[in-house]
């Protein structure tokens, strides 16, 4: 994509502000859609919770990409906090697809790439899944379903749409790999449950060159798996973080008190996602950390 001009929703999150530094550095115009009063000349306020942004806004801009929603992992799945996170997503991804829809042809984006994530297929087990595969049951997948259908005004008036089915992004400012690099630096990591449950991950690295790729290929739409090609275990996962922290791993914590502190979110963490990148591979996109350790290597980087 030529030097754009680019409306950013989610800016401040892990994946957001690393977007936005990749697009800054070279050279694109970008605009945050931020919820508080703007303090910078690139901000505007928008309010993803009401479902409204002013279609001014996307006006003549060459893409927009949605990345704003509560973080699903911060807390408990309390009834009211489940209600947050779906009025987040679905009500701000409605809120961007109806205001492209209201512009004129002319001043519509060419692209609209919409968050989305794996929790969209649920609980796989050890069977491999990729973006042709059914949602999955509970809470998660619904959400997902509702997320990506609240897009569809935009998509029906012409947009080019793509949603990020993202994976569990290894990083160390956030994210689950946020809180696992201290406790196993400490000594104290360990697997979850018996170990055997499949993550499906990409480095935050791949995550962005994933993006920018998505916003260039103008032949592609519709859900892209955004994980690294070879999902491993947790027990795996775990192994490797030993090795690159010179870290014993001797800890495990039981399911049982996963569901204790976590209630349902822990179903999210001893849950198997065994997901591959098909269509991204099969649109040429390569992938520059592929295995765990490299990914995991690249955030301490």
């Known amino acids: 994509m030529d030097q754009s001009r680019i409306v950013v929703a989610g800016s401040s999150g892990l994946i957001g502000a690393a977007l936005v530094r990749s697009l800054v550095a070279d050279g694109h115009e970008v605009v945050r859609l931020v919820r508080r009063a703007p303090r910078a000349a690139d901000e505007v306020r928008w309010d993803p919770d009401g479902g409204e942004v002013a279609a001014a806004v996307l006006a003549g801009c060459d893409a927009v990409v949605n990345l704003a929603g509560a973080n699903v992992g911060a807390r408990r799945w309390t009834e009211a906090y489940k209600e947050s996170l ?17 512009l004129k042809p002319g001043e519509r984006p060419r692209v609209f790439v919409n968050g989305s994530a794996i929790g969209y297929y649920g609980e796989t087990g050890e069977e491999i899944v990729d973006e042709s595969s059914p949602p999955g049951e509970g809470f998660l997948p619904e959400l997902c379903v509702e997320w990506e259908a609240a897009a569809a005004p935009a998509r029906e008036a012409g947009v080019r749409t793509v949603f990020l089915r993202t994976g ?3 990083a160390r400012e956030g994210g689950a790999w946020g809180r696992l690099f201290p406790l196993f630096k400490a000594g104290l990591g360990g697997r979850l449950g018996d170990g055997r449950q499949f993550w499906s991950f990409v480095s935050l690295h791949d995550e962005v060159a994933a993006i920018r790729f998505l916003l260039d290929a103008e032949q592609l739409s519709g859900p892209f798996n955004v994980t690294a090609p070879e999902p491993v275990t947790n027990r795996e996962i775990t192994a490797a973080m030993g090795r690159v922290l010179h870290r014993p791993t001797l800890f495990q914590v039981p399911a049982p008190v996963l569901r204790t502190v976590l209630g349902e979110m822990a179903g999210d963490v001893l849950g198997s996602q065994r997901v591959v990148p098909a269509r991204l591979l099969e649109s040429g996109f ?7 350790e490299g990914a995991i290597r ?3 980087g």
């Open 286 to 292: 390569t992938f520059a950390f592929p295995d765990v």
């Open 298 to 300: 690249a955030a301490l």
């Open 168 to 170: 569990l992004v290894v």
């Open 86 to 102: 779906r009025r987040g997503r679905v009500r701000g991804t409605g809120a961007l697809a109806s205001a492209m829809a209201a």
